[in-house]
């Protein structure tokens, strides 16, 4: 059986307990993954600390990105390693594997190497009133050591998204991949070894969150500064353990997102962009919709055509080229969703697609499979609508103006993103800007440009990481005001 182990100060080590990791497409076991004892952290917080104190301390910004160009490039030299490895842990399908997210992993290296060497910062003549002057120059330097925390939903893009961004401002990482997904961040120390990343300076250690590796990380005191992407409730203990000792933190976390489509939209781009927004990953992407307000002209029609979009993202075999859909994460995460299904059920939703498991032919009858899924007719205040399911699930509502729309989007908990369909610019940046949210596509979804700030208002989150906010949490900034 295949081993994964802890990535520490340059070597794989095993540790006293291990875990299963299974593939969620069969429910079969893939692999053994070493759970990081309290001890096997510390190992690797002290490997970082060492690291940061040797040559890559004071390492410049383009010996830095020269390296982490190297690390893109090697990754996509072992593409289809990475390919099978995400895929055994996640069910993925492979298309969007390969094609997507591997791919765009390895390409955060490259440009997060160059939004760090080519960002400036602000420098300031001062006058005095003597007549002299003065000169603020502002420096960048690195936090130190970084825990980054990661979740189960897209491993090596959100991992690597944390990853890049804190090499490139001279950080020192420790890792800990969801226990779901451990594959990419384990092999990902191959190729940083292989790269010429100095030893300490790219760690991963495996566990869970309470008494296990996680908690182990964020309560270690010698640990910067904290990243976290991952659910809310575990936000706040995480934000608790960053209390102590003042550490920096950055939160990534969960939503509650929105579309509204009004009647003039181009109805067939938006449907077949909505289906996307709520369907692929199986719903498990942060950004994605699972409710939809439409305005009230085109509330049939939508319902119609999301209802056969649902019916057409059909689940199957993951290495098929076809396959658009694949299963949930993991069994447990497939509870949590059939039970959002079940109170959806109990609170009267009329259910127009999914809302069920659906017949696999084996292997796959052994993995935690669900229907996409489409609601209408519950409560704005019932539990499915306000509550994140992260699964394929949407919500059908009409509404009669932008200002209901707008109200009946922002009434949620969360703030992450949100879509708005129109063909009236004017309107869609009123609307907007209206929004609470931190990302907003107009007619469009999931463009996303890596220099762009990203982040969640409300319980979504604290800070923003991308392009240069990234650099603004991963470093720390000086003010040096000389007088001339
Ligand atoms: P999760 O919060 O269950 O776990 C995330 C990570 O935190 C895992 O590595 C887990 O082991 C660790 N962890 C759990 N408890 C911990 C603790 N007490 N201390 C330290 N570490 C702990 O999240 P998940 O289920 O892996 O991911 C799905 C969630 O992530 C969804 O809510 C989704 O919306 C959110 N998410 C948000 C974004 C974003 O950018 N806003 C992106 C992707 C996913
Ligand atoms: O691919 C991206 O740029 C990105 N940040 C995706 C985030 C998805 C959240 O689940």
Request: hydrophobic residues 45%.
């Amino acid at each position: 059986m295949r081993r994964i182990l802890n990535f520490i100060d340059g070597d794989y080590r095993d540790s006293a307990r291990h875990f299963d990791d299974i593939n969620p497409a069969t429910g079969e076991k893939v692999a053994i993954v070493s759970e990081a004892g309290e001890a096997d952290v510390a190992d690797a917080v002290a490997a970082a600390r060492a690291a940061m104190n040797g040559p890559w301390g004071d390492s410049t910004v383009e010996d830095r990105a020269a390296l982490l160009h190297k690390v893109a490039d090697g990754v996509i030299a072992r593409l289809d390693d990475f390919v099978a490895a995400e895929m055994a842990d996640t069910g993925k399908p492979l298309m969007p594997t390969k094609m997507g997210e591997i791919p765009r992993a390895a390409e955060q290296f490259r440009t997060f190497a160059e939004v760090g060497r080519m960002t400036p910062l602000e420098s300031f003549e001062t006058r005095l009133p003597d007549g002299g002057r003065a000169m603020n120059v502002a420096e960048r330097t690195p936090k130190g050591v970084v825990a980054a925390i990661c979740p189960w939903n897209l491993p090596f893009i959100l991992m690597t998204w944390k990853v890049a961004p804190a090499l490139i401002c001279g950080n020192a990482v420790v890792v800990k991949p969801s226990e779901e997904t451990p594959a990419t961040a384990a092999l990902l120390g191959e190729v940083m070894k292989a790269a010429g990343i100095p030893k300490g300076v790219y760690n991963v250690v495996h566990g869970f969150g309470p008494g296990s590796a996680g908690a182990f990380l964020t309560a270690h005191p010698d640990v910067d500064a904290i990243t976290f992407t991952g659910e809310t409730r575990t936000g706040e203990a995480i934000m608790k353990a960053a209390a102590v000792g003042i550490r920096d933190i950055s939160l990534e976390l969960g939503g509650k997102n929105a579309g509204i489509l009004f009647a003039d939209c181009d109805f067939e781009a938006a449907i077949r962009t909505e289906a996307m927004a709520a369907f692929f990953n199986c719903g498990q992407i942060c950004l994605g919709n699972e409710r939809l307000y439409v305005e009230r002209a085109i509330y049939d029609r939508t319902v119609e055509a999301m209802t056969k979009a649902a019916k057409s993202f059909a689940p199957g075999d993951p290495m098929d080229k076809a396959t658009r859909l694949g299963p949930l994460s993991s069994h447990g995460h497939r509870d949590k969703v059939l039970g959002y299904f079940k109170a959806a059920r109990d609170a009267g939703a009329e259910v127009h697609a999914g809302g069920v498991i659906p017949d696999m032919p084996a292997p796959f009858d052994g993995g935690a499979w669900v229907e996409p899924t489409v609601w209408t007719g519950l409560a704005q205040k019932s539990v499915p609508v306000q509550e994140e399911v992260f699964g394929p699930v949407t919500h059908i509502m009409p509404f009669d103006d932008a200002d209901e729309a707008i109200a009946l989007a922002n009434d949620s908990p969360y703030g992450l993103a949100g879509t708005i369909w129109t063909k009236d610019m004017s309107r869609a940046h009123h609307v907007a800007s209206r929004r609470r949210v931190g990302a907003l596509w107009v007619n469009s979804w999931m463009i996303r440009d890596l220099r762009t700030p990203f982040g969640g208002m409300k319980a979504s989150g604290i800070g923003r990481e991308g392009g240069a906010a990234s650099l603004h949490f991963y470093s720390e900034i000086r003010n040096i005001c000389t007088r001339l």
